[in-house]
């Protein structure tokens, strides 16, 4: 987990849009946890009912998000869980413009575009990886990919002699390879030898032949992002790739109807994202950081033609 | 060693902003952004900073999965002592299908390789068994700034001067995507010069070492479809 978190990734989306944000400092009294504060500050832009923000610094053990009650000319109203000194950060990407009831973007709207970012990131570069064992059900032959899982990478199983531990690779393959090779390989029975995700449930996975015993598999798998929930949650992409992050967000939020609607920037970010996804997996492949049977690439760095049509367009 | 905060001022010259306090663009939440974003692209065009950590990496004993160091993208060789070979693991499983293997009850502190596992782990093996830890060098892809925002201005940059007006430039490109419509187009010219600037940092960091992006060397298998896919 990085440092990044989505509060700053939509503060920068904010920016772009030259939306206003909350960017202020507690300049009142301290501020006492479990209950409803009052809270005087130097600035009330981008603050109204109903707002997220967040209150203390990045890294601080008591910083938390809350919701506005109440705001009034030089303070506001909220719920704290912790308590906060005077002098600490209050900021946060609300996207004020509109409120109450000519909203141009909400703040789930755009958190909801940021977790769907990510994911095409992490879905088209897989670049995060977990590795997770788990226990087999004897006589069930498929079972769920983790709910974190974008694809399987590998799976192997775990046996134990005395003192050794071992693990094995189950050979990925097909049903349509089994079928071939075996038409009654589904009537056999034993230790997993091979795995397919072929003609069965989406985000399923089995095995041949049919596992008999409670064995133990260890799955290796590219992952995505489901903690992504509030504006405090950290990103899963490393924090050197989160600005094309902003820039997938604002893909996203010029291209809605609406009066924000700017095919310019929505043509223009795209495009970075993309060219963003581009760089990433070059340096993967020269790295050798995916999937290795799929690694190819060149070690020196070429542009990407996508700037030189927009420029020339 | 220059800081963000000194090429800040060079952005704000681009955009003919005043230096001292800027009215359009927010130095801190903006300006500082910009130029972190500018050295993040430069790394991962160029693999630029390569760092040899001066702090030695604990292996966690009992596994073969290690958290990479926080700060770092991609690993590139690690040593301690002596080099340790570098594999991937779908060729440790075509040259020995038993590299999981390992008796727990013997003491083994000798890593005889090292796998990539995306950009958060990466792999070794044998694991360690038994007491005492064991510690390796690690030379990774670093992030050029590793802090939480807000930025303070003092982050250093870890580039040498002769490329340093690329990532003003880049900024200053990035910061007019605000503005938008004709500023923005025109910017690309700017943006341009960066890219420049970065294809001869890349052939530079070739020049130093074009192994740097090391391909793992073992069999040369044939794919199957199923693996290909």
Not at chain 1, 169 to 190: F, I, K, P
Request: aromatic share 12%.
């Amino acid at each position: 987990m990085g440092l990044i978190l989505a509060n700053d990734i939509l503060m920068d989306v904010s920016y772009v849009l030259v939306s206003a944000v909350v960017n202020t400092t507690n300049i009142g009294t301290t501020i006492d946890g479990g209950t409803v504060n009052a809270v005087t500050v130097s600035s009330v832009v981008g603050m109204y009912p109903g707002a997220q923000i967040v209150v203390g610094a990045n890294g601080s053990g008591t910083q938390e998000v809350v919701t506005i009650a109440t705001v009034g000319p030089g303070g506001f109203t909220a719920l704290f869980v912790n308590n906060h000194p005077v002098g600490e950060p209050i900021f946060g990407a609300t996207f004020p413009e509109g409120q109450p009831d000519h909203i141009l973007f909400t703040q789930a709207e755009m958190l909801a575009y940021l977790v769907e970012v990510e994911n095409d990131f992490l879905l088209k570069t897989r670049c995060i990886y977990n590795n997770l064992q788990t226990p087999l059900t004897p006589a069930s032959r498929f079972y769920a990919q983790s709910a974190d899982a974008v694809r399987l990478e590998r799976i192997g199983l775990l046996s134990s002699v005395a003192t050794v531990l071992s693990i094995q690779e189950v050979q990925n393959s097909t049903q349509t390879d089994l079928d071939l090779e075996n038409s009654l390989w589904e009537q056999e029975n034993g230790p997993p030898q091979q795995w397919f995700q072929d003609q069965i449930d989406t985000a399923e996975y089995g095995f041949y032949p049919l596992p008999i015993q409670a064995d133990t598999i260890e799955l290796f798998y590219s992952q995505k992002d489901v903690n992504l929930t509030t504006l405090l949650s950290p990103l899963l992409v490393p924090d050197i790739l989160s600005h094309y992050m902003k820039y997938g967000v604002l893909a996203r939020a010029s291209s809605k109807d609406g009066e924000q609607k700017n095919p310019l920037l929505t043509e223009f970010t795209s495009k970075v994202y993309d060219y963003g996804i581009f760089l990433t997996q070059r340096f993967m492949n020269s790295t050798d950081v995916p999937n290795p049977k799929e690694a190819i690439g060149t070690a020196v760095f070429q542009r990407f033609p996508i700037y030189k049509q927009l420029y020339s367009g | 060693m220059t800081q963000i905060s000194d090429l800040a001022n060079l952005v704000l010259d681009q955009l003919e902003e005043e230096r001292t306090d800027p009215i359009f663009w927010n130095l801190q939440n903006e300006i500082y952004p910009f130029l972190v974003e500018a050295m993040n692209m430069a790394t991962l065009a160029t693999g630029e900073p390569q760092i040899r950590q001066s702090v030695p990496f604990a292996i966690q004993p009992g596994s073969f999965f290690q958290a990479m160091p926080p700060n770092a993208l991609a690993l590139l060789r690690m040593d301690g002592p002596g080099y340790i070979r570098k594999y991937s693991w779908w060729e440790l499983d075509k040259l020995d299908p038993g590299w999981e293997s390992y008796d727990t009850s013997v003491p083994s502190t000798k890593i005889q390789g090292w796998f990539p596992f995306g950009f958060n782990k990466f792999g070794i093996f044998p694991p360690v068994v038994g007491s005492g830890p064991v510690t390796v060098y690690l030379t990774v892809v670093q992030f050029p700034v590793y802090e939480s925002r807000p930025y303070t201005g003092a982050e250093s940059v870890d580039y040498q001067q002769e490329y340093m007006d690329a990532l003003v430039d880049y900024a200053s490109h990035a910061a007019r995507i605000k503005e938008g419509g004709q500023e923005l187009l025109s910017s690309l010219a700017v943006l341009d010069r960066f890219l420049n600037k970065m294809e001869e940092l890349s052939k530079f960091a070739t020049r130093k070492g074009s192994l740097r992006f090391t391909k793992t060397v073992g069999v040369a298998a044939k794919q199957t479809d199923v693996e290909q896919r």
